[in-house]
Every structure is written in C-alpha cells, then in structure tokens.
C-alpha cells in the first residue's frame, strides 16, 4: 500500500519546512525545458529561417512565457499551492478548478503516452532498429510511473541524471559542428526547408511551452520566495529555450535536415543519439506529475474524496502507457493541441484575480501563517468560466498573432470587465460568489 507520503501535498499548502533551495527546483523545471521536444522546436525553426530570423523569434517567445511562468509562479510559490489547487481562490471556485484539474490531467496524460511512443520508438532506432515496440513502451511508460509515484524526490533525482547525460550528448555533438563546419557560414546560410515567418517561429516557441509556464506553480510552490520563482524561471528559459533552441537552429543548418534523430546520429553518433531520446523521460515524468496533481484536485473538488497522489499516478501512468502500446494516442494528436489553447486561459484569470482584484487575498494570507487553506471559497464562478470560454474562442479562431497569448490575454481582458460589471452591479466593492461565507 502506497504511504501518504506519497501524496506529495496535492491538497494542501506546502509548509515552510518542506520548501526546497532555489537550485533544486531549478533542476527539475530546467530538466522539463532543456529535452528532446525544445532542440526539436529548434531544428524546425532552423529548417525553416535564418539563424538570425530563429533567434529573434526564439526571443519574442521567451518573453512571454517568462512573464506568464513568473506570474503564475509567485502566486503558486507564495501560497504553496499547484495550478489546480490554487484555481479555488482565483477565480474558478471548487468545481471550476476540479473543471482545469481534469483538462490539465487529460492533457498531460495524452502528452505522456505521445512521449512515452517517442521514448520507446527511439530506443529502438538507438539499437539498430531492434526491439518490440509494445514491449518497449512497456518498459518505459512504468519505469517513468513508478519515478512519479514516488513524488518531487524522485524528480529531483531523474533530473539530476538526466540532464547533464542530455547536455553530455548535446555538447559533445556542438563540438562536432564546430569541429567540421564554418561557423560563419552557417550563421549566414539559407534554411533547408519551406520558409517560416517570424510571427510563425514566435508561435512555435511560446505555444509550445504555454502549457509548462501555466503550470509552473506545481513546482513553485517547493520554491521559498518570490526572488527564487524569478531565478527558477528566468534561467530555465534563457540556458533552455534560448541556448538549446539556438544549438538546435544551428545543427539543422550544419545537417540540412529537422529530424533530430538524424540531426544527431550524423554529429555525435549513435550514443549521442541514444542519451537525447533518453532524456525524453524527464518532460514525461513532469507531464505524469502534473497530470496526477490536476486529477487528484478533480475527485476532491468533484466528489469530495481525498484521493491519494501515488495512486492515481499509478492508475493515469498503466493508462498512459497501454493507450500509447496501443497506438490509440496517434490519433489524439490534434485533441491534444486543441487542449493547449484551452489552458492558456488560466493563466490569465489567476494573474488578474490573484495580482488585481485581490478577491481571496486577506483569507489567504491569514490562513498561510497557520499553514491551513481558508476557511471560505466560491463553489463556482460564471464570469471565470465565461473568460476561460471567450479566451478559448479567441485562441483557436483568431490566426493571427499568437493563439496562446491570444487566449490568455483575452481571457483576463474578459473576466476583468466581467468582475468589475457584476461589482457594479450589485453594488459591492468585490463580488465573490458564496452564499453565505462562514
């Protein structure tokens, strides 16, 4: 029987005691940005544009996910609290956010079995095409559930493994390209493949990673202080993102190819190749993590039940890993990317209730000095619900610009006007919807 240890504060506050170094927590979110899915981001913008044009998209991008990974973080670091969790008080109410906790978990689940079939897929590819797939996938999706089963210790120690196998591999293939390419002339070729647009690579890069910066507060909430959430987030994304991308935009014009198998096989060889598959297992530990966060909030909020974080990180786990032996989740993709201009939303409706209106603040903070969650919370909040839907509307129909800031802006545009009307209204200062408040 799994100990309760195991439930890793997925419905409660993190004490002050169990609050992490900065450098700790740094290592598990540097571990989810610096993998295969970011130099394969990479590869693809250097495909397509100019080492200058990549690298002022790589930018553009970082910011945003900067501004939105410390926003969000800081509320999640200050309370204690994760993505789901912390919804409660701001903005979404019980059953709103047990609505976010089942979308994030379903989210992360199908990203899990899409990485788990990629993990295994280039296991087999590293061994000289050798190997069943089921049985792979097998292997691979349990061995990363029984590391997330076990909590944030776990993480820290994968994360610590690795990543400096991942940034060995990456590394040694750089001194490779540098080795036998010019440099400059690389810095100054044309791209191999069908042209991207600036906006197109800014798009790529932000809305790749919006889900990872919304739910930043599931690993913030370890961190001590707002000053470590700034640190955590900033270097995660300038040594990720930006470094990571650029090598990626720079082997692609070195090989003439976006495949990073390839890319890598024909710079560092098989066991380069082998170490970077390899460190799919840190994105689909975090996507198992998440994932068992968000459900874990769904049933209490839903169902009123306290379910255990380990076991549900082992039933979501077994569910991920057979749909992906299967090949069932090849055919989710496109569900998957309608999800990831579904949560972007949020990020928005927390930020501006938790930093503007302020709504649940005073219970809040009253209640974190005794290390209890408040006494009091909405059960269901319409005009956040209506925000998240506008932003989702707007994300997925509006073309231009970028669809993930496109939701999140417009969602916290949306429930700002929507708050202060109700107020207005009702001739209240702050509207909360609760009917009696104890």
Request: hydrophobic share 55%; with cysteine.
């Amino acid at each position: 029987m799994l100990k309760q240890s195991n439930d890793d504060f997925a419905l409660s506050r993190i004490p002050v005691g169990a609050r992490r170094p900065m450098w700790e927590v740094f290592m598990i979110r540097f571990g989810g940005v610096v993998c295969l899915p970011l130099l394969i981001t990479g590869a693809v913008l250097g495909h397509g544009m100019t080492v200058r044009d990549a690298i002022l998209a790589t930018i553009l991008g970082v910011v945003i996910l900067e501004i939105v990974s410390f926003l969000v973080g800081v509320a999640g670091a200050w309370e204690g609290m994760s993505t789901s969790f912390l919804t409660r008080w701001t903005g979404f109410g019980e059953l709103g956010s047990s609505l976010i906790g089942l979308i994030m978990g379903i989210s992360c689940v199908g990203w899990f079995g899409i990485q788990n079939s990629i993990f295994a897929r280039g296991l087999i590819t590293a061994f000289g095409g050798r190997g069943n797939f089921q049985i792979m996938a097998l292997i691979t999706g349990l061995a990363i559930t029984i590391i997330v089963v076990y909590g944030y210790r776990m993480l820290s120690y994968t994360a610590n493994i690795a990543v400096p196998a991942f940034l060995l591999a990456l590394f040694y293939a750089t001194y490779q390209m540098v080795g036998h390419f010019n440099i400059p002339e690389l810095l100054n070729s044309a791209p191999a493949g069908s042209p991207l647009s600036i906006g197109v690579g800014a798009t790529m890069v932000a809305g790749g990673f919006m889900v990872g910066a919304v739910v930043t507060p599931d690993l913030s909430r370890f961190n001590r202080n707002a000053r470590d959430v700034f640190w955590m987030t900033l270097l995660s994304v300038l040594l990720g993102e930006i470094i990571i991308n650029f090598l990626g935009v720079m082997m692609s014009h070195a090989v003439g190819s976006s495949d990073i198998v390839v890319i890598m096989y024909k710079l560092g060889g098989w066991l380069a190749a082998l170490l970077v598959v390899f460190s799919t297992i840190k994105v689909n530990d975090l996507n198992l993590y998440v994932a068992s966060l968000g459900v874990t909030n769904f049933i209490d909020a839903a169902f009123g039940y306290k379910a255990n974080r380990g076991v549900i990180t082992l039933i979501i786990g077994i569910l991920g890993t057979t749909l992906s032996m299967l090949g069932i989740l090849d055919k989710f993709i496109n569900f998957l990317v309608l999800l990831g201009v579904t949560v972007p939303p949020i990020a928005g409706i927390i930020v501006v209730d938790y930093f503007i209106l302020k709504r649940f603040r005073k219970e809040l903070e009253e209640s974190r000095l005794q290390n209890n969650l408040p006494a009091v919370s909405e059960r269901l909040n319409p005009v956040a619900l209506l925000a998240w839907l506008t932003g989702f509307l707007v994300g997925y129909f509006v073309k231009g610009g970028i669809p993930a800031l496109n939701s999140l802006l417009s969602a916290g545009i949306v429930y700002w006007v929507g708050m202060k009307l109700c107020a207005v209204l009702s001739g209240q200062k702050t509207i909360r919807f609760i009917d009696s408040e104890a």
